[in-house]
T-cell receptor
Framework: NAGVTQTPKFRVLKTGQSMTLLCAQDMNHEYMYWYRQDPGMGLRLIHYSVGEGTTAKGEVPDGYNVSRLKKQNFLLGLESAAPSQTSVYFC?????????????FGPGTRLTVL | KQEVTQIPAALSVPEGENLVLNCSFTDSAIYNLQWFRQDPGKGLTSLLLIQSSQREQTSGRLNASLDKSSGRSTLYIAASQPGDSATYLCAVLRGDDMRFGAGTRLTVKP
């Protein structure tokens, strides 16, 4: 049982390049989330999904797109990377968003945009 | 808009000391509050979850309290150990929206 995994662990991009971050979970969770974490700030929600085929915007969605074609996978795309997107990206999943449900986090992807 | 604040931003204590980390939030209409631990270069691990109807939760040397009316939570760590050194984040959940504090970086010196 691997939990939540993220690919890749590190990436360096040039401004304007595109890339996709992959998140996978093997806990049969309905909910999946993408966050970014910047120095001195808490995690901020980018996009989330409440089930296969659904996506919704979080607090900071601009410049990112997501897809949830399979229940176990949640992809985060950057179409035209900008230096402001340099950050550590975390994926998380949960069974639901009820008051007893906790989120399980992946190890993170450190992205640098030059 | 929910704002979550954690004070202090950093804390250094000698081994064996009891300590308290603080978390405050501006909107009391929450589903739950969670405390997470984050080790350098790693993801977050959930430590304690307090439902909105509860006032505290305990796990081993950790005790978390919740006072919704004042918008405050505390994480109490008893008999701190060097292995407790990490960043501790609190987060509040309302609907599908979880908001995090910036964290308290704790160092426990041997």
């Amino acid at each position: 049982n691997a939990g939540v995994t993220q690919t890749p662990k590190f990436r360096v991009l040039k401004t304007g390049q595109s890339m996709t971050l992959l998140c996978a979970q093997d806990m049969n969770h309905e909910y999946m989330y993408w966050y970014r974490q910047d120095p001195g700030m808490g995690l901020r929600l980018i996009h989330y999904s409440v089930g296969e085929g659904t996506t919704a915007k979080g607090e900071v969605p601009d410049g990112y797109n997501v897809s949830r074609l399979k229940k176990q996978n949640f992809l985060l795309g950057l179409e035209s990377a900008a230096p402001s997107q340099t950050s550590v990206y975390f994926c998380a999943s949960s069974y639901s968003s009820g008051d007893t449900d906790t989120q399980y986090f992946g190890p993170g992807t450190r992205l640098t945009v030059l | 808009k929910q704002e979550v604040t954690q004070i202090p931003a950093a804390l250094s204590v000698p081994e064996g000391e009891n300590l308290v980390l603080n978390c405050s939030f501006t909107d009391s209409a929450i589903y739950n509050l969670q405390w997470f631990r984050q080790d350098p270069g790693k993801g977050l691990t959930s430590l304690l979850l307090i439902q909105s109807s509860q006032r505290e939760q305990t796990s081993g040397r950790l005790n978390a309290s919740l006072d919704k009316s004042s918008g405050r939570s505390t994480l109490y760590i008893a008999a701190s150990q060097p292995g407790d050194s990490a960043t501790y984040l609190c987060a509040v959940l309302r609907g599908d929206d979880m908001r995090f504090g910036a964290g308290t970086r704790l160092t426990v010196k041997p």
